[in-house]
């Protein structure tokens, strides 16, 4: 008899992550389906139990799934995660990507998608999706349409995000564990890389592309 895999299902909305549950345990593949209303949980979780994949949005509060992503891939970095968000793909898939994601979907696809991008992580693949697939192309071909954010590094994505949420320098710092001098080094390159001149230019351009609310 083969063992059944273990899912963590990471979201802060109760009724979403408890439709999600209810559908992949129908799932014959599919052993225990848990889920976990914040990073900490999911975190702690992860660090307590054995498990197969990870789904996991990017918007809650406390701990960003940017956050938990980058502490996944640091601590368990076999680990697959599928990013499951309310932002399209080309708001945050590259990075997200780059960052270490097993694949990404949006919280608009059938049940039938998310059960086949789970089946293809487990697999041992990266779930790209025809959206996803379309972009990392326009990467390539270094569109113009591409937007810029999708060009920060994996860590000027992760401050650039905590920046246009309003968080200072030294806050950035304490809870990166990073010098103040070098979350500073960062800021600049975000903010040459985007031609932009401040924070408020960040947070502007994070809530007109969706990114922040």
């Not at 209810?22 to 498990?51: D, K, M, Q």
């Not at 990404?104 to 789970?118: D, F, G, Q, R, S």
């Not at 041992?124 to 349409?145: F, K, N, Q």
């Amino acid at each position: 008899m083969s063992l059944k895999r273990r899912i963590l299902v990471v979201d802060d909305h109760p009724l979403f992550r408890a439709g999600v549950q209810t559908l992949l345990s129908e799932e014959p593949e599919f052993g225990e389906v848990a889920g976990a209303a914040n990073g900490e949980e999911a975190l702690a979780r992860i660090r307590a139990e054995r498990w197969d994949a990870v789904v996991l949005d990017i918007s809650m509060p406390q701990k960003s799934g940017i956050d938990i992503l980058e502490q996944i891939r640091r601590d368990h970095p076999e680990l697959p995660v599928l990013i499951l968000s309310m932002h399209p793909a080309e708001q945050y898939a590259l990075n997200l990507l780059r960052a270490g994601a097993t694949g990404y979907l949006t919280k608009e696809a059938v049940p039938e998608e998310l059960v086949h991008a789970l089946h293809t992580l487990l697999a041992g693949r990266r779930y790209i999706s025809p959206d996803v697939a379309e972009l990392l192309a326009s990467d390539l071909r270094a569109d113009r349409e591409t937007p810029v954010h999708a060009h920060l590094s994996e860590r000027e994505f992760q401050i650039f995000c905590k920046l246009a949420a309003g968080m200072s320098v030294s806050q950035i710092s304490e809870e990166l564990c990073l010098s103040v001098k070098t979350v500073s080094t960062y800021r600049t390159r975000v903010l040459e890389k985007m031609n932009l001149k401040n924070n408020a230019d960040l947070t502007y351009y994070a809530i007109k592309n969706g990114l922040i609310e």
